[in-house]
Structure formats: C-alpha cells, structure tokens
C-alpha cells in the first residue's frame, strides 16, 4: 500500500520556540492531506485540510496564525507549530490522499514543550 | 451536527468469543462510514468501508440508516484482533473524516 513518512517522530521544545513537523507521500502524488491532533487516550481531532498550491482550510477553533501549514509539492506538507506552549503537547498525525482514494496515515509525530 | 459514537472505551473478550464493536453516526447527507484500526505501536490503517461491503479479517460491518449505526462484527475474535478500532465519517467535499473515539478491544487467550 501507500505510505506516509513523518519527520521527526518525536520533538522536544522549550516554551516560545517553532517546531516543523514533515509529512510525505514517498511513493504517489497526495493532491491532498489532513493533519490530526490526538491526545492520550483520545481520538483524533481533524485540524486542517490541505491542497498542494493551495491555502490550507482549517478546522473551527484551530488557530491558523499558530498552526501553520504548507503544502507546497504534490509530496510534502508541513505543519509549523509557532511560539509553542506546553499545551501544545500532542501526537500530531497527517494522511495523504491522491484524487478520491483512501487516506494513508504517517506514523505521527509527539510534541512535546517543555 | 456530523458526529460519530462509540460508546465503548474498552472491550474485553476471550479468544473465540463473538465481537460487535458498537458505531452510531449523525449526518444530514448520504453518509460514507469507515472502520480504522491501530495495532500497538503502528500507524492507523484503513480496516474496512461500507461501500464495498467486503470482509476484512473476518470482519464485517453493515450500514443501518435507520439506526443510523454502522457497528463491527466478528464471530470468533482471534487474540491478534487486540488493537484500537475507530470508527470514522467521511464529511465534505474533501472528504474529511470524523472519528469516533475509538474502543480498545482486548482478547484475552
């Protein structure tokens, strides 16, 4: 099947820095991807939808000026946490889609702000 | 309001014993239901979708519009079935899945 890599797989931050988490289709052309945000022992909570050349559409109550996203090629996608904070700590997960076929989900990537 | 149900956290069975993974969905259109499984330490992966109606594992799972439920099904669970299952709601024109918030099944040797 389809896979997704996320780089890196685990951050450590200290408060007030920017931390950029990688998402890319190695072997097709995701013409879209979602970033997730999940918590211990929780679902997860879709943040943004994004379309390469396009501006990503967030989720209600995501801030997109602290939650960056680019998604600037056909394979990659970032996810740019500004000014971190400790309650931005979480597993953050992206999937990949090409056209209207199935999402394929990268390992994930835990934040953690110190 | 598009939402998806699973009332259970955890579900706990013993090798060969029958599962239903319960699922109940809120959604104003035709609604595309999904069942997604994570295995300790893996990525999430695609389990199965009502659309194709296929068997996956041994899984099954049927739409009840009238219910408004799409619950997982197993005869006999088998002890590699322990994992997180998560329910999800394909919404919008992109597609975007809602998730449920996923039950632990638990089969015990």
């Known amino acids: 099947g389809a896979v997704v890599s996320q780089h890196p797989s685990w951050v450590i931050c200290k408060s007030g820095t920017s931390v950029k988490i990688e998402c890319r289709s190695l072997d097709f052309q995701a013409t879209t991807m979602f970033w997730y945000r999940q918590f211990p022992k929780q679902s997860l909570m879709l943040m943004a939808t994004s379309n390469e050349g396009s501006k990503a559409t967030y989720e209600q109550g995501v801030e997109k000026d602290k939650f960056l996203i680019n998604h600037a090629s056909l394979t990659l996608s970032t996810l740019t946490v500004t000014s971190a904070h400790p309650e931005d700590s979480s597993f953050y997960i992206c999937?990949?889609?090409?056209?209207?076929?199935?999402?394929?989900f990268g390992p994930g990537t835990r934040l953690t702000v110190t | 309001a598009q939402r998806v149900t699973q009332p259970e956290k955890l579900l706990s069975v013993f090798k060969g014993a029958p599962v239903e993974l319960k699922c109940n969905y809120s959604?104003?259109?035709?609604?595309?239901l999904f069942w997604y499984v994570q295995y300790s330490r893996q990525r999430l992966q695609l389990l199965l979708r009502h659309i194709s109606r296929e068997s996956i594992k041994g899984f099954t799972a049927d739409l009840n519009k009238g219910e408004t439920s799409f619950h997982l099904k197993k005869p006999f669970a088998q002890e590699e079935d322990s994992a997180m299952y998560y329910c999800?709601?394909?919404?919008?024109?992109?597609?975007?899945?809602?998730f449920g918030a996923g039950t632990r099944l638990a089969v015990h040797p």
């Open positions: 999800a709601l394909a919404s919008g024109g992109y597609n975007k899945l809602i």
């Open positions: 959604y104003s259109g035709s609604p595309e």
């Open positions: 999937s990949a889609r090409a056209g209207v076929a199935e999402q394929y």
